[in-house]
């Protein structure tokens, strides 16, 4: 979501007489967006009280949710307006949407499909971990029985402490 400029137009207008038989200018804001196609969109304002009755959300919630600035708002004359469509984008936004049944079943099945690969991948990792331990002494057994073949008893301490994995050998002196 692109950041948006915004201009606020003051027009006044006359309301109708009241019960009292007054009528009064009643100032009107709008706000002008510069949407992202370069035209223009009127904002919708209401009051707080309005877009509550309208809108079925309490007066609180909407107080709560213009102090976050999640929704457009201006106060003229002490009077919290508050704009009817940044109201419907935030809801659209954060509303959870019904999830259709064959892109429920397509998830699953996705799901399962990944759980399967890593449940092969563990076993395979197992496999090689029991493998190894089973044939760790045929290893070593090998490894001695190439080491008897050294003449040398240096060379050959050295070829079984780095075959065995012992390199803090004392026949391995590197320094």
């Given at each position: 979501?692109?950041?948006?400029?915004?201009?606020?137009?003051?027009?006044?207008?006359?309301?109708?007489?009241?019960?009292?038989?007054?009528?009064?200018?009643?100032?009107?804001?709008?706000?002008?967006?510069?949407?992202?196609?370069?035209?223009?969109?009127?904002?919708?304002?209401?009051?707080?009280?309005?877009?509550s009755e309208k809108r079925g959300i309490?007066?609180?919630?909407?107080?709560y949710w213009k102090s976050l600035n999640?929704?457009?708002?201006?106060?003229?004359?002490?009077?919290?307006?508050?704009?009817?469509?940044?109201?419907t984008r935030f809801l659209d936004a954060?509303?959870?949407?019904?999830?259709?049944?064959?892109?429920?079943?397509?998830?699953?099945?996705?799901?399962?499909?990944?759980?399967?690969?890593?449940?092969?991948?563990?076993?395979?990792?197992?496999?090689?971990?029991?493998?190894?331990?089973?044939?760790?002494?045929?290893?070593?057994?090998?490894?001695?029985?190439?080491?008897?073949?050294?003449?040398?008893?240096?060379?050959?301490?050295?070829?079984?402490?780095?075959?065995?994995?012992?390199?803090?050998?004392?026949?391995?002196?590197?320094?």
């Amino acid at each position: 979501m692109g950041v948006h400029k915004y201009s606020i137009r003051y027009e006044h207008t006359k309301q109708k007489k009241h019960s009292g038989g007054l009528s009064s200018p009643q100032r009107h804001a709008s706000i002008v967006r510069n949407n992202q196609k370069g035209g223009y969109s009127m904002a919708d304002w209401l009051t707080l009280k309005q877009l509550s009755e309208k809108r079925g959300i309490p007066e609180n919630t909407l107080r709560y949710w213009k102090s976050l600035n999640y929704i457009a708002s201006s106060t003229i004359d002490n009077v919290v307006m508050l704009d009817d469509n940044s109201v419907t984008r935030f809801l659209d936004a954060n509303q959870t949407k019904e999830l259709e049944e064959d892109y429920l079943k397509q998830l699953i099945q996705e799901k399962k499909a990944e759980c399967e690969a890593t449940l092969a991948y563990f076993e395979d990792e197992l496999y090689l971990l029991k493998t190894q331990k089973l044939y760790q002494p045929l290893f070593h057994i090998v490894i001695e029985e190439l080491g008897a073949l050294i003449t040398d008893d240096y060379q050959r301490e050295i070829f079984l402490a780095i075959s065995k994995g012992e390199p803090g050998s004392p026949a391995i002196s590197w320094g």
